[in-house]
């Protein structure tokens, strides 16, 4: 069965550092790899995903992505953080089971940028 | 606002009573999809659609859980006899699916926050 990790429950940064919150992965097959965010009383809102090709996937907001096949990891990265980068971040990974498509959600990590 | 909506945003009731949820996808839009999320926890799958059919249901959709998606566009999600374990939230995405589920994005809604008292 797929599975995800991010095993940091929470992250902080100060403002203007370089962030990094960490996913590693878990399927049978080729993996598919998404990173969304959720701010507070919000739904998920799609950052990233990785297919296949280059392994530094670029997405929305200046987030980015590294693809290490392995090491099983897909973390999410930023070269310098702001304030409203604090928010929920969840890794997800979809395989195609029976042709029937199954998403698996990380836990997912708080991020907290300091001013 | 073209994105997936969801009414209503928040929904309170008691032990009991029976509640429905609505989500509105993307117009174009052919997958709809239901989640449940619990605190401290990411989304959890309940339920599929592709058009006017419902084609996967989690074991976490019990029998007192039931979707409809009638005319392939809007969705509701039914509740009845809620439980206190039923608070949650409950996001709505939506997908167009042209062939390799894979490649696809889905795009969520803000949710239906339902406590149970």
């Known amino acids: 069965a797929q599975s995800v990790a991010q095993p940091e429950d929470q992250v902080n940064v100060a403002e203007g550092n370089p962030l990094t919150v960490k996913c590693t992965y878990s399927v049978s097959g080729n993996p598919y790899l998404f990173w969304y965010v959720q701010y507070p009383n919000r739904g998920l809102q799609f950052l990233l995903k990785?297919?296949?090709?280059?392994?530094l996937v670029k997405g929305s907001y200046g987030f980015e992505a590294e693809f290490n096949k392995s090491q099983t990891s897909f973390h999410l990265k930023k070269p310098s953080a702001l304030v409203s980068d604090s928010a929920l971040y969840f890794c997800a990974v979809r395989e195609t089971s029976g042709g029937y498509q199954k998403v698996t959600f990380g836990t997912g990590t708080k991020l907290q940028v300091i001013p | 606002d073209t994105g997936v909506s969801q009414n209503p945003r928040h929904k309170i009731t008691k032990r009991g009573q029976n509640v429905t949820f609505r989500c509105d996808p993307i117009?174009?839009?052919?997958?709809l999809y239901w989640y449940r999320q619990t605190l401290g926890q990411g989304p959890e799958f309940l339920t599929y659609?592709?058009?006017?059919?419902?084609?996967?249901k989690s074991r976490l959709l019990s029998d007192r859980f039931s979707a409809e998606r009638p005319k392939g566009s809007f969705s509701t999600l039914e509740i009845q006899r809620t439980e206190q374990g039923d608070s949650a939230m409950y996001l709505c995405a939506s997908s167009l699916g042209t062939g390799e589920f894979r490649r696809e994005t889905q795009y969520f809604g803000p949710g239906t926050r339902l406590l149970v008292l």
């Open positions: 990785y297919i296949t090709g280059d392994n």
């Open positions: 659609f592709q058009n006017e059919a419902q084609l996967e």
């Open positions: 117009s174009e839009h052919n997958r």
